[in-house]
């Protein structure tokens, strides 16, 4: 029989000698975008032995154009799961890391957010940016990944089911908004707002930019000077150039409202960041048209 003393040293040699337990065994699950990031580290809220990284840096913003660094495809290759948003904003994504049967067994298995949305979304590819439609995605998230790991089907079914009650919560306040500002009709820095948009029952007369980041041409100015007519507020983007948006506001004599789809944020973002800037969204929207 061993002596007491050698257990002692015989355990502490394997808590200590031992490499990590399940360290192998941890599930990686990649978000292409950082409204992914924020829903899925929701959705997968404390579920062991899994993490999830941002592929798409976090500051990028809406990343029409972003061009993947060696690193991206590194981090791509070592995923199990892969978040894409689909709809054409993250086409670039290569094809190895898709579903391909050439790729073999190590091509991480694929959920397209724009896939899950089929028949709530459009072809326009910024769903993420409506606390409605976030609602949605967290719960078929939750579904999915649920299938793929069905011993935390629980889990994820909790955690899906409080994010998506706390974003149905934000839309509801986005309608109410609407409700008591009349429906007013926006004119847009690029396409980003229209589900939020469709949220809070506003009406998107048009977009200043037709590719995102670019500033309009002067003939298109002088057509968007056209379109201002009607319109209650002219709504700019914290993360992309704004010059022509606010020439054209201070023309027409419009408020300015500065909303952020949250299509970017900080590395750290807490796990309510999305609800946080919403509801700084709302107070914009209020505090811009609240009081004619
Ligand atoms: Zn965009």
Known sequence: MLRPRLIVLLLLFFLFAAPPPLAAAETRILAA??????????????VPDLRVDLLIPAGAGCPHNYALSPRDLLRLAGADILILNGGGLDAYI???ARND??????????LEA?????????ANPH??????????????????????DPGHAQLYARNAGAYAREMRELARQFAALGNRLGHPSILVQHDVF??????????????????????????????????????????????????????????????????DPVAAGPEDAP?????????????ALESALGNP
């Open 33 to 46: 975008t950082f409204p992914l990031w924020l829903v899925a580290r929701n959705v997968v809220r404390d």
């Open 94 to 96: 290569p094809r190895m």
């Open 101 to 110: 049967p050439a790729a073999g067994e190590k091509s991480p298995r694929i």
């Open 114 to 122: 724009a896939a899950a949305l089929r028949g709530h979304a459009r």
């Open 127 to 148: 769903f993420f940016a409506s606390p409605s439609l976030s609602a949605l995605l967290a719960e078929r998230m939750g579904a999915a990944l649920a299938e793929q």
């Open 194 to 259: 229209d589900y939020l948009a469709a949220d809070a029952g506003l009406t998107v007369a048009g977009a200043i930019q037709i590719h995102e980041g670019q500033e309009p041409s002067a003939a298109r100015l002088l057509s968007l000077r056209g379109q201002l007519r009607g319109v209650a507020a002219v709504v700019l983007e914290p993360q992309t150039p704004d010059r022509a948006g606010r020439m054209l506001a201070e023309e027409g004599g419009v408020p300015l409202v500065l909303l």
């Open 271 to 283: 796990l309510e960041y999305f609800s946080q800037v919403m509801r700084h969204n709302l107070q």
